[in-house]
T-cell receptor, first 116, second 114 residues
Framework: TQLLEQSPQFLSIQEGENLTVYCNSS?????LQWYRQEPGEGPVLLVT?????EVKKLKRLTFQFGDARKDSSLHITAAQPGDTGLYLC????????????????FGQGTILTVHP | KAGVTQTPRYLIKTRGQQVTLSCSPI?????VSWYQQTPGQGLQFLFE???????NKGNFPGRFSGRQFSNSRSEMNVSTLELGDSALYLC?????????????FGPGTRLTVL
């Protein structure tokens, strides 16, 4: 059973501050996805990273995939109140046959609150 | 393109009843996955269907079942409901079951079991 650890669980910061959320596993990811979820809604896909060492940027959000494909981070620059929400990392792992199916393993999530 | 739709959005049932939830994926998406989200356990994978075949299954009891139709629409069924089945049930679709594809989630069905 693959375990995906996400930290921190809670983050409360002031507008304009920077923050980083981490996602770690003891197993190699086939790919990793980051989502943001608002109360009462489904998660919204932010990014998918596939290649070790990959860095992707989405406005003020920077996503990094570890070289060994066992960890990832999400960095937000100059956080704004609109960034408030639940951030989730989710990994696809290879199964015994080497093929990755649509079974995402989710971290427990990071609840981010950005105060004006 | 319309997003993933789920019906109903809210459902209240009593213990022992059964329930069927429906999911319509994004047009052209052939993979549909189901997840259960609770405050204590977070998001947990239930099963995935691709071209009407169940390709993967999570660690849930046999009371949880699903199916996919030829138009890729999917349903999940929970029989003999228990209080612990109260959760947000999420459906996600993707255009490929490969590693590079992201999954796109619907708004979920909030199930309350009394």
């Amino acid at each position: 059973t693959q375990l995906l650890e996400q930290s921190p669980q809670f983050l409360s910061i002031q507008e304009g501050e920077n923050l980083t959320v981490y996602c770690n596993s003891s197993s190699v990811f086939s790919s990793l996805q980051w989502y943001r979820q608002e109360p009462g809604e489904g998660p919204v896909l932010l990014v998918t990273v596939v290649t070790g060492g990959e860095v992707k940027k989405l406005k003020r959000l920077t996503f990094q995939f570890g070289d060994a494909r066992k960890d990832s981070s999400l960095h937000i620059t100059a956080a704004q109140p609109g960034d408030t929400g639940l951030y989730l990392c989710a990994g696809l792992y290879f199964n015994a046959g080497g093929t990755s199916y649509g079974k995402l393993t989710f971290g427990q999530g990071t609840i981010l609150t950005v105060h004006p | 393109k319309a997003g993933v739709t789920q019906t109903p959005r809210y459902l209240i049932k009593t213990r022992g009843q059964q329930v069927t939830l429906s999911c319509s994926p994004i047009s052209g998406h052939r993979s549909v996955s189901w997840y259960q989200q609770t405050p204590g356990q977070g998001l947990q994978f239930l099963f995935e269907y691709f071209s009407e075949t169940q390709r993967n299954k999570g660690n849930f009891p046999g009371r949880f079942s699903g199916r996919q139709f030829s138009n890729s629409r999917s349903e999940m069924n929970v029989s003999t409901l228990e209080l612990g089945d109260s959760a947000l049930y999420l459906c996600a679709s993707s255009s490929t079951s490969g590693r590079a594809g992201g999954q796109y989630f619907g708004p979920g069905t909030r199930l309350t079991v009394l």
